[in-house]
Antibody, heavy 113, light 112 residues
């Protein structure tokens, strides 16, 4: 059974960098691809980006200049960094396998000024 | 970007009655490999989304057979043959054919 768990700060100051980690069990991140998705009341569900097993990444063009997704295969984790955050980045952030076959429970990140 | 448009956005249903949600995409969702990457998700209150259907009509493991998906090209439908209390929640269609992947606005199913 694949399980994903997000972790990271729930509060981030505006203009700083949001950093989240997704810990995966029951599967290896060296297979398939792994995604970050966010959900906010204003924008609904939005695909942030994904990282493939080969290390290739694909980011939503609306966020591309600010997003980095990377992996730590030794820990079976992958991470999200979103720089220069604003209030518009306040959302529940989910990690998921592939195109959404398995999701983490989500973590609320609030950007404050 | 591909825009996914769902209807209705609110769906009051009586227990035991059928329900249907429509999803329309702004572009064809047929990928170059011939498959159509249209998925349906259910989000119960306070929970993460859960995939019910992938590639238009394939039920995920553990999904009751009262859920079915159909459609092609740009028009898709999720049907629930007999609504049960546990089906209350928001349903989203989502396309994974074109990048960036995108979701519909969500259709809220509630009991009458």
């Amino acid at each position: 059974q694949v399980q994903l768990q997000e972790s990271g700060p729930g509060l981030v100051k505006a203009s700083e960098t949001l950093s989240l980690t997704c810990s995966v069990s029951g599967d290896s991140i060296s297979t398939y691809y792994w995604s970050w998705i966010r959900q906010s009341p204003g924008k609904g569900l939005e695909w942030v980006g994904y990282m493939s097993y080969g290390g290739d990444t694909n980011y939503n063009p609306s966020l591309k200049s600010r997003v980095t997704i990377s992996a730590d295969t030794s820990k079976n984790q992958f991470s999200l960094k979103l720089s220069s955050v604003t209030a518009a980045d306040t959302a529940v952030y989910y990690c998921a396998r592939g195109a959404g076959g398995h999701w983490g429970q989500g973590t609320l990140v609030t950007v404050f000024s | 970007d591909v825009v996914m448009t769902q209807s209705p956005l609110s769906l009051p249903v009586t227990l035991g009655q059928p329900a249907s949600i429509s999803c329309r995409s702004s572009q064809s969702l047929v990928y170059s490999d011939g498959d159509t990457y249209l998925n349906w998700f259910q989000q119960r209150p306070g929970q993460s989304p859960r995939r019910l259907i992938y590639k238009v009509s394939n039920r995920d493991s553990g999904v009751p057979d009262r859920f079915s998906g159909s459609g092609s090209g740009t028009d898709f439908t999720l049907k629930i043959s007999r609504v049960e209390a546990e089906d209350v929640g928001i349903y989203y269609c989502m396309q994974a054919t074109h990048w960036p992947y995108s979701f519909g606005q969500g259709s809220k199913l509630e009991l009458k």
